[in-house]
């Protein structure tokens, strides 16, 4: 695994000091973010992703040369800071700057789902033999709708309130074959289409860059009522118990949503994993990177083990939910040693 962050922090206070209008919104409170981290001149989605695949690699016994096929999975695919790279895709530049050029490679977007869709396709492929190595790469560059969310929003009540929570991220993660007893045990996805237009973006109307528009609320509870049901699935059909994951990893919304997904999940099944992880207090929201963020995090500061059992549940507008449970192999031992 890799990741890229921006040096640039900026603080919730900061940003809330800067909106148009006087809202009262206390966001730190509301959401358990204390800051996050944003591009500064020069960066975009392709800096970021580029940054994570080196570092990647960085981490792996494998050279460029080694992968086969390369995934580009961000939803925003900026060159310039208000330019996106669509046709040629971005996929094309990163195995270039990396120095992959013999990898097939394709742009993929599947909301803040789409690394770990990545993942499921090149989990597919190798099982089956198709190839031996991969990599699934990510760089969202989309605090600009936070600042244009900061133009417009006028109180606690506004469908761009979820805007506010967003931060820049690159994030990288080569698959190959495991060796036996470790690596992904399972892996899916569910599309609940019915939900797609809880949230929407566009073209931003007041400055550069796109807009979004989110029926929080309602997503929450839609999210926690049909995703207690597929994680109990997931792990019956892994053949273990929720208590056996030793760290369960969801997409980083809220703290607080967080806590009542949780809840929701102890309710049902009647069962904890050991530990959630939550670092949105200085991250924020980072879309398709923030699983592969939190679980580098982790990996750095060597709480998760050889052995460990992980749990990554990712939720993206549309809404599609996916999971993977997957235990740590020799990962654990290219991290952390500088901690």
């Avoid at 094309?92 to 803040?112: E, H, M, R, V």
């Avoid at 528009?213 to 049909?226: G, H, M, P, S």
């Avoid at 599609?320 to 654990?332: C, H, Q, S, Y």
């Amino acid at each position: 695994m890799g990741v890229k962050l921006p040096a640039q922090r900026l603080t919730t206070k900061d940003l809330m000091s800067k909106t148009s209008h006087r809202t009262r919104i206390q966001l730190e409170r509301l959401t358990g973010i204390h800051e996050r981290h944003v591009v500064g001149p020069g960066e975009t989605s392709f800096t970021l992703a580029t940054g994570a695949a080196r570092d990647c690699l960085s981490h792996s016994r494998h050279q460029a040369s080694d992968i086969e096929m390369l995934i580009s999975t961000s939803i925003s695919r900026s060159k310039g800071r208000s330019s996106q790279s669509f046709e040629p895709p971005l996929s094309l530049y990163l195995k270039q700057a990396i120095g992959a050029a013999q990898a097939t490679s394709f742009d993929l977007s599947n909301a803040c789902a789409g690394m770990l869709t990545g993942v499921f396709i090149l989990q597919n492929l190798i099982s089956h033999g198709e190839i031996s190595c991969g990599m699934v790469v990510s760089g969202e560059y989309i605090s600009h709708l936070s600042w244009n969310a900061a133009r417009q929003i006028r109180s606690l009540f506004s469908k761009q309130l979820a805007s506010l929570t967003l931060g820049d991220a690159g994030a990288a993660v080569l698959l190959e074959r495991a060796p036996r007893g470790s690596g992904i045990d399972v892996i899916g996805f569910t599309t609940l289409a019915e939900h797609s237009r809880l949230c929407l973006a566009f073209p931003s109307s007041v400055g550069p860059g796109a807009q979004m528009y989110t029926k929080a609320r309602t997503l929450q509870r839609v999210a926690i009522e049909d995703t207690a049901p597929l994680v109990a699935e997931t792990i019956r059909e892994a053949g273990i118990d929720l208590a056996d994951i030793d760290y369960m990893i969801p997409h980083q919304t809220s703290a607080r949503a967080i806590r009542a997904g949780t809840d929701a999940f102890v309710q049902r099944l009647g069962a904890r994993p050991k530990h959630v992880v939550i670092n949105i207090e200085e991250y924020g929201n980072t879309s398709s990177t923030t699983l592969f963020v939190a679980l580098y995090k982790c990996l750095q500061e060597q709480k998760i083990r050889k052995h460990d059992r992980v749990m990554l549940l990712a939720l993206a507008s549309g809404i599609e939910i996916g999971i993977a449970i997957f235990t740590i192999d020799n990962l654990a031992d290219s991290y952390g040693h500088a901690h």
